[in-house]
């Protein structure tokens, strides 16, 4: 049905609006009546203070000058019974009290003292103090009882006019906006074909809800030509984003992977190079000192062997052992440095520590005898995870630091104990003077040596000993003990 043959409005069927309009207009009248009453109420009850000036204060007066007070009590009872009444307190001149109370409320709505005053002549005696406080419990009562009966019969009429509309409006309107609800709720792309139809008698006038039809039909079809389309231009753009997230995906991960090389390589470059340095120093100073002692030696044997005697010839060969040795012992230390660090996979296994700690022990015996050093081993011993060619160098390097540094006759102690975190740790304490706080932070550093006097060592025993530990998952670390001395420990992970 086209749009321009409507001519009946459907407005007529909204009459709710001017029912509302009605109680709107009605509750505002009620409401200015009320006012207007409580208004008027509200003068009238403090027009009571002039009725009890005029009507009670002159026999008050009379009945306190004459000390009655039963009168007293019955002009208070009969003040007390007046409208809005809500509390009166009599005092006299010698502090008695008299006192009615009519409310619950405690605050007031209004309150006066009257000063009972008699005359006799030209003379004025005090006779003391009266003080009402007027309530409004009366006048809301009044009020809520009328309003309850404007408000039921407003109520009453309103509830039947709106029977009656709701009827109108759900005849004319309602079951036709629920067709066309049911018809937009259902309606989806399987059922875009069919179009909205009310059950509406055909011989009357087309009004609004035709309007809406025709337009809910084109608007359907309308969107059904758009989802064809749409779906076209949505399939086209899922292509290209499952390309795109591909793409965007491989070129991710691929940098990903990059970045973790190139840090890797970067972690790794910046090792090597110090391992570098570090072998680049150890040649330099530490192999260059026994070298030109060698060479020395060997230059003076050469040259002069038939003018020395038996005796300088052997204590010349000693000296060279002796720089042949410590060579021997930067070499191997730098062998084990670089062993360590080449060592992708170590296969750990629990091990017997006491064994191993015994082991290294025995191979420094001789060096023990020679400083008259003690050793001895604490009773508790547990096993821990570990490599056992790696932690007998760790033994043997803490060992004999210990009796290098302990003093004269150091007494060196060997012991373990057991850590919260579920590791074993090992420790190695001497009787030495111990090791100055400044330089206790530098002791695993590589060239750092315990003692800087003694030119013996080559600085890379801590060194070594941290790596290894490191490597199988444990830490190094110094005490200095409350007894003196120092303690040297490592952890290994428990069973």
């Known amino acids: 049905m086209p749009i321009a043959q409507v001519r009946r409005k459907l407005s007529v069927y909204f009459v709710v609006i001017t029912l509302s309009f009605t109680a709107l207009m009605a509750v505002m009248v ?5 006012y207007l009453t409580y ?5 009238a009850l403090r027009d009571r203070f002039d009725q009890i000036e005029k009507s009670y204060i002159p026999s008050l007066k009379e009945s306190m000058w004459a000390v009655d007070e039963q009168r007293i009590n019955v002009l208070l009872d009969g003040l007390a019974a007046l409208p809005g009444i809500g509390s009166i307190t009599l005092l006299d001149d010698i502090g008695t009290r008299w006192q009615r109370n009519n409310s619950a409320k405690n605050q007031a709505l209004d309150s006066r003292r009257f000063a009972l005053q008699y005359h006799i002549g030209n003379d004025h005696y005090l006779l003391g103090e009266l003080q009402v406080a007027l309530m409004d419990d009366a006048i809301y009562q009044s009020l809520k009882t009328k309003a309850l009966a404007i408000s039921i019969t ?12 709701l009827y109108l409006f759900r005849h004319a309107i309602s079951r036709h906006l ?31 809800l035709d309007m809406v039809v025709e337009a809910i039909n084109k608007m359907r079809q309308n969107i059904l030509d758009d989802l064809n389309k749409r779906t076209e231009i949505e399939m086209e753009l899922i292509r290209h984003r499952q390309d795109l997230e591909k793409l965007v995906s491989e070129r ?12 890797q390589q970067s972690a790794e470059l910046s090792e090597q190079n110090a391992e570098l340095n570090a072998y680049a120093h150890t040649v330099a100073h530490d192999l260059k000192h026994p070298l ?12 002069a062997a038939s003018a020395l005697s038996e005796q300088q010839r052997s204590g010349l060969l000693q000296s060279i052992h002796s720089s042949a040795e410590k060579m021997n012992n930067i070499i191997n230390a730098l062998l084990m440095l670089a062993s360590v660090r080449r060592t992708d996979n170590i296969a750990t296994e629990l091990l017997d520590i006491k064994t191993i700690a015994a082991s290294a022990v025995n191979t420094l015996s001789s060096f023990a005898s020679e400083h008259n050093a003690n050793i001895r081993f604490t009773e508790y011993w547990p096993k821990a995870m570990g490599f056992s060619p790696w932690l007998e160098q760790v033994w043997v390097n803490y060992i004999s630091n210990a009796i290098k540094y302990g003093g004269e006759a150091s007494a060196v102690v060997l012991g373990a104990n057991e850590l919260p975190n579920g590791q074993i740790r090992y420790w190695v304490k001497d009787s030495g003077p111990g090791i100055a706080l400044e330089k206790q932070t530098a002791l695993f550093a590589q060239f750092n040596r315990l ?22 998952g444990g830490e190094t670390g110094y005490e200095a003990p409350p007894d003196g001395g120092s303690l040297f420990w490592f952890s290994l992970p428990a069973e």
């Open 178 to 208: 629920e067709n066309m609800a049911g018809y937009a709720a259902t309606l989806d792309s399987n059922n875009m074909d069919q179009p909205l139809s009310l059950n509406r008698p055909a011989t009357r006038q087309p009004d609004e």
């Open 292 to 303: 030109t002692a060698l060479l020395g030696q060997t230059a003076l044997l050469q040259g």
């Open 30 to 34: 009620t409401g200015l009546q009320i």
């Open 39 to 43: 208004k008027s109420e509200m003068t």
């Open 154 to 165: 407003t109520c009453l009429s309103l509830l039947v006019a709106a029977l009656i509309l």
């Open 252 to 263: 991710t991960k691929e940098l990903e992977q990059n970045n973790q090389t190139l840090l």
């Open 451 to 472: 003692d800087t006097k003694k030119a013996d060592g080559h600085g890379l025993g801590l060194s070594i000993v941290a790596r290894i530990v490191q490597r199988l």
